[in-house]
């Protein structure tokens, strides 16, 4: 297979492919694999090696496998299963008749760990998991051999075979890997292959009572898969050595593990485990709340498969951990949305505005273009009254010199309308909040523009309010209020850092009368306030709910501008 032509950086792992084609290494075929465990859903580390792992395959002209490595059925669940099946398609990719579990190769890899045990490479401990701990030693001392790594192999056999039976509890015994209790490398101590667990499996049942440890699964079932590169993060790299091992003492075909750096992403924890934690103390709503860094969770908040993939490929591929800015992804969605995302027209916090001469009962439908980055997007038609909704903020009775927007005796411009001065307020007489702003318009400038010169620095959006419909508008912000949410105090853990304003909800806000037929998941750009996304759980025709996806604001390229000038804001 010839290297292909490409317009994507080059980096480590495709150079370290280009050479195993030009070898014929592997008689010109690519083979990778995407290994997730089902105990949580994946999150956007996973996407990094989702699109790695489906993106050079598909490259090279390969194949990828979705393999689950479901060796431990207390944590497993079916619904991680259809969760990760789900976000793969999601993101854009297929296995095909690629799908495998490593509960398909018990049978082999129970025959791999007899194959050991008569060559005299493994043997069955009865210490308990504090002794086996404490015999395994530190980083500084090494460890000390079990009493038990002497047992004959035909008494490690009967152990074994009594294990699989089911003639023992769990924690009486284990299979271990008989290598060097004084390696440097901790996994190399004589790690453990296989535990008691009499617990049915999700797709095994009851047929199994003993269950391979992860580090004795993983490699072998590449090998038996014929994976060519088993491309992983940089945690793994210090497992290689072991996964090696096995490869070598059992004589079975050999892949090549390339190890990359993980995806740290600031104000976000990629922990399954802490996630989960989330999760189970109601911190957030669950797996996909859109606070979370899950890809469902990014898919409910309104996230694009391709903007994901986008982000994926501009951060590379490096072989040292680093943390990227939060920043940096929001800006791929916003380049992505800016492009196809409708314009509309809502109010998160409305303010009754009543137009004094404009005739009462007369409704107008004024022409609002669609998307003015998409030239093919058209126009859509909005209803315009003598009473309207605007923000809340967008007036102010006593406005700072650089207030731009409507206050007593000032004009501006209604978006798509008319121009609207400003002739009084009407107040709730016991507190004095302002109810209704009362305005004039000029009936010459339709469609927001005067044909006098006149200039107004104002531009305010609205809805009708006879035509609006009511809507629940759900501001998210990170979830962690520091960059690093693991930087706590001595005594405190993550969640010390959980953010108390990353939801705010809105109701009643009002919004074009169009989005009545939104579609769950449809994205649009509010005018001046972000990008919005009906949220494809709680919202229904009888209930409107939409998420902020993102602001408006776009840090990460002010960031780049001002590197450029030489200087950061």
């Not at 409910?300 to 993939?309: D, H, K």
């Not at 750009?525 to 919202?539: E, I, K, N, T």
Request: charged share 30%; hydrophobic share 35%.
């Amino acid at each position: 297979m010839a290297s292909p032509k490409r317009e994507n950086p080059s980096h480590f792992i495709r150079h370290r492919i280009d050479e195993d084609l030009k070898t014929h290494k592997y008689e010109g075929r690519v083979v990778t694999r995407f290994p997730p465990e089902p105990n949580g859903y994946l999150h956007i580390g996973h996407a990094k090696s989702i699109c790695l792992n489906f993106g050079l395959a598909a490259e090279y002209g390969g194949t990828c496998h979705l393999r689950f490595d479901d060796t431990n059925p207390i944590k497993e669940e079916l619904e991680y299963i259809e969760s990760i099946k789900a976000d793969v398609r999601w993101l854009g990719f297929d296995w095909g008749k690629h799908l495998y579990f490593a509960s398909d190769y018990f049978d082999q890899l129970y025959a791999y760990a007899v194959q050991l045990i008569k060559a005299g490479m493994a043997y069955v401990d009865s210490l308990s998991t504090a002794e086996i701990r404490r015999y395994r030693g530190t980083l500084t001392s090494p460890g000390i051999n079990s009493p038990y790594r002497d047992r004959s192999v035909e008494e490690n056999l009967a152990l074994f075979e009594r294990m699989r039976a089911g003639e023992f509890d769990e924690g009486t015994h284990v299979l271990r890997a008989k290598i060097d209790m004084a390696s440097p490398n901790l996994n190399m101590r004589d790690p453990v292959m296989y535990r008691i667990m009499k617990m049915p499996h999700h797709r095994t049942g009851h047929t199994w009572c003993i269950y391979p440890m992860y580090d004795f699964a993983h490699g072998l079932s590449d090998s038996i898969e014929r994976i060519t590169h088993s491309i992983c993060t940089l945690e793994f790299e210090d497992h290689r050595p072991l996964y090696d091992w096995f490869l070598d003492a059992l004589h079975v075909y050999h892949p090549t593990q390339i190890e990359f750096a993980r995806l740290n992403l600031t104000y976000t924890v990629m922990s399954k485990r802490k996630l989960l934690k989330l999760v189970e103390q109601g911190h957030v709503s669950g797996w996909d709340d859109p606070r979370m860094p899950t890809i469902s969770g990014f898919r409910r908040r309104g996230y694009t498969p391709e903007a994901i993939r986008n982000f994926c490929e501009r951060i590379g591929v490096a072989k040292r951990d680093s943390m990227v800015d939060v920043a940096l992804l929001e800006h791929c969605l916003r380049e992505d949305l800016n492009k196809r995302a409708p314009r509309v027209m809502a109010v998160l916090k409305p303010l009754r505005l009543v137009i004094e001469n404009y005739p009462e009962g007369r409704v107008e439908m004024l022409d609002a273009e669609n998307n003015p980055e998409d030239p093919t997007a058209g126009t859509r038609k909005v209803p315009f009254s003598r009473v309207l909704y605007i923000e809340q903020d967008d007036f102010m009775e006593d406005p700072p010199k650089k207030f731009f927007r409507l206050a007593p005796g000032r004009e501006v411009r209604l978006k798509h309308a008319y121009y609207v001065t400003c002739t009084g307020v009407k107040k709730d007489e016991e507190t004095g909040r302002i109810l209704e702003v009362r305005c004039t318009y000029d009936p010459d400038t339709r469609g927001g523009w005067s044909d006098d010169g006149r200039k107004v620095r104002g531009t305010l959006h609205w809805v009708s309010a006879a035509h609006a419909l009511k809507a629940e508008i759900r501001l998210y912000d990170h979830l962690f209020i520091k960059e690093n949410p693991e930087e706590t105090e001595t005594d405190q853990d993550f969640r010390a850092n959980l953010n108390p304003r990353s939801l705010e909800v809105l109701f009643p806000c009002r919004v074009e009368p169009g989005l009545a037929e939104a579609a769950p998941g449809s994205r649009y750009q509010f005018l001046r306030q972000g990008y919005f996304c009906v949220d494809p759980v709680d919202s229904s025709k009888d209930r409107l709910v939409f998420n902020r996806t993102a602001t408006l604001r776009d840090t990460w390229a002010k960031i780049q501008q001002a590197g450029r000038q030489g200087f950061r804001p």
